[in-house]
């Protein structure tokens, strides 16, 4: 079941002369009460039978008595309203089984609590077969505001137990901590009405939205970031305030006009809380400038290398900082996924579209965003325009993607976000997709190279060496022979492949990879690209990984590398 509480009202005769007509498209028939505060009030029933407006002006008076009898002291919104409505699967509720769940919906809400005669008066009206609607009035039997803070999380887990008690189908949803915190929207019923009139497979808020996130991922300042929208068709104003300064703005899509002929328009805000003009000129300006200098290998930084690296670093964020700078990286790291459809080849496009809205409704929690954090990662996705997409680079974003979103998910089930777990879940199928396409023909163009025998049985050793709890696995993976292939390559560049080995794996952990072999190929092809250390760099890495020796002990300790410890970033000295 689902339950909608809109935003407070104060006329309360058009919310019912809206339960009680016969609808915008001649949908509403045989309305009728199936409960309310008192059995004894005029049913309306339905617009057409005789009498319907006077009893329908007499129900109006009786829910109104005490907003009247408080006077200028009634609040503003004192018209409270719920829409209830079933699963599409279930099966047909009877009137006294609305009644009873009316009458929970009431109590759990702070409404109408059972057995207090003071609770505020409500009607509950059936509509059709799946879904009633519950009208009250916020005052009290003693002139006093209810106690309904909070109500639509208590409407929410009020419907978890209905649904089990009346047998219905169990609706996956998020517990009152989590629930409404994804940035997104909603669409209304009314929106949702529209777009299957006008024959829109996604309401204009949805394809507003995407059209926003998809221009703020691909602009590097404010007026590139209108110029976008508007050359996606969209209509945009802004408001300017005395001083010059932008005050905000809002679109319109193409063709969507109210009854008058005029385009509706939507603020930012309205789309979604994090695309307000303040979020985004945040968001603009945390964006760190990719470099363009050459390294000393000649080699000019690869921002879908960079961008990976960033990538892969987020799953630390999730589990060890702040929730400010975590949220912060996944803000950002969406950014990324409306990004890659922009330069992704065309068959790639589609499936990417839908892993990023998927994991727009993943992410989102109530921390606080510093956008700051994230300046690296944002910088990398902006110079991606200027460097083309080969199959490695985009296969090994996609890679590292992948970790993260299923860094979310195992952070959503935690915590028994049901919904955010189900979006992650397919934003996870998405990527996949995307991945398995792009994946081996980079790996294959990569084991082409393929080194001696008695080399890669060298390698083999170091890759028992250094991952020892995924060595087997790893050199039975049909990516063993990329994996030995980058290696050779590396080496032949001045690395010492053992040393790369023990720096990738020691990176990051490797239990959520699907595929270690594949993973490791990845984040050495991008090590590999730097430029080889020098002899006296090389000694300092390898002093790094020992313990020095303790005098009053007389003993000394070597750390032994694992994929899971990283090795220390500075050398201890002894006092």
């Keep these: ?48 039978s005789p009498g319907h407006k006077q009893r329908l002006a007499q129900l109006t008076k009786a829910l109104d008595l005490r907003v009247r009898q408080i006077g200028d002291k009634a609040p503003e919104g004192h018209v409270w309203h719920c829409s209830v409505r079933a699963a599409p699967e279930d099966r047909i509720l009877t009137d006294a ?36 609607h519950i009208v009250a009035t916020k005052v009290r039997g003693d002139l006093r505001p209810p106690r309904n803070w909070n109500d639509y999380h208590r409407a929410m887990t009020e419907l978890a137990a209905i649904e089990k008690d009346f047998g219905l189908t169990q609706v996956a949803r998020e517990p009152e901590a989590a629930a409404g915190t994804a940035a997104a929207k909603r669409p209304t019923r009314a929106e949702q009405e529209k777009a ?48 010059g300064d932008l005050q905000g703005y809002k679109v319109a899509l193409p063709g969507d006009t109210n009854d008058d002929g005029e385009p509706v328009f939507y603020s930012g805000s309205s789309l979604a809380t994090d695309l307000s003009l303040p979020q985004i000129q945040q968001r603009l300006t945390a964006a760190e400038v990719p470099a363009v200098k050459t390294s000393p290998a000649g080699r000019r930084p690869n921002p879908w290398h960079q961008a990976a690296m960033a990538t892969e670093r987020i799953r630390h964020h999730i589990g060890h900082s702040p929730a400010d700078v975590a949220q912060a990286h996944l803000v ?92 992650a879940r397919q934003a996870l199928v998405h990527l996949r997709a995307a991945y398995d396409q792009t994946a081996p023909e980079a790996l294959a163009t990569v084991a082409a ?90 000694a300092a890495q390898a002093r790094s990984t020992h313990t020095p020796h303790i005098p009053s002990t007389g003993r000394s300790t070597a750390t032994t590398p694992t994929a899971s410890a990283p090795p220390p970033s500075h050398t201890h000295r002894p006092r």
């Design 332 to 423: 950002a790291f969406g950014e990324a996924l409306y990004a890659l459809p922009l330069y992704a080849p065309a068959h790639l496009k589609a499936e990417l579209h839908r892993a990023a809205v998927s994991f727009e409704h993943a992410a989102h929690t109530r921390a606080r965003v510093d956008h700051q954090h994230a300046r690296a990662l944002r910088g990398a996705i902006k110079a991606m325009r200027h460097h083309h997409a080969d199959g490695t680079g985009l296969a090994m974003l996609l890679d590292a993607a992948l970790l993260v979103v299923t860094a979310v998910h195992r952070r959503n089930a935690l915590h028994h976000h049901d919904r955010q777990v189900a979006a």
């Design 97 to 132: 089984e609305w009644a009873t769940i009316a009458r929970r919906m009431v109590h759990a809400t702070g409404i109408a609590p059972k057995g207090d005669p003071d609770g505020c008066r409500w009607v509950a009206v059936r509509h059709a077969d799946d879904h009633i």
């Design 1 to 48: 079941m689902i339950a909608n509480i809109v935003k407070p009202g104060s006329h309360t005769r058009g919310v019912l002369v809206y339960l009680f007509d016969r609808g915008n498209a001649n949908e509403h028939t045989d309305q009728h009460i199936v409960a309310s505060w008192d059995d004894f009030i005029p049913d309306p029933g339905p617009w057409d």
């Design 196 to 243: 299957t009139r006008t024959g829109r497979t996604k309401t204009v808020r949805e394809e507003l939205r995407h059209t926003v996130r998809t221009a703020l991922a691909h602009a590097e300042d404010l007026e590139e970031f209108f110029n976008l929208l508007a050359d996606a068709g969209l209509q945009v104003e802004t408001r300017t305030l005395p001083s």
């Design 449 to 538: 190279r393929k080194p001696p025998a008695s080399t890669v049985r060298r390698y083999a050793q170091h890759v028992r060496d250094t991952v020892p709890a995924y060595a087997e696995q790893i050199l039975a993976e049909r990516g063993w022979e990329s994996l030995a292939a980058t290696l050779a390559a590396a080496e032949a560049a001045g690395h010492d492949p053992a040393e790369l080995l023990h720096h990738a794996a020691g990176q990051r952990a490797l239990d959520d990879a699907n595929s270690p072999a594949r993973t490791l190929t990845w984040r050495i092809q991008r090590l590999g690209n730097r430029h080889v250390p020098s002899p006296q760099a090389r």
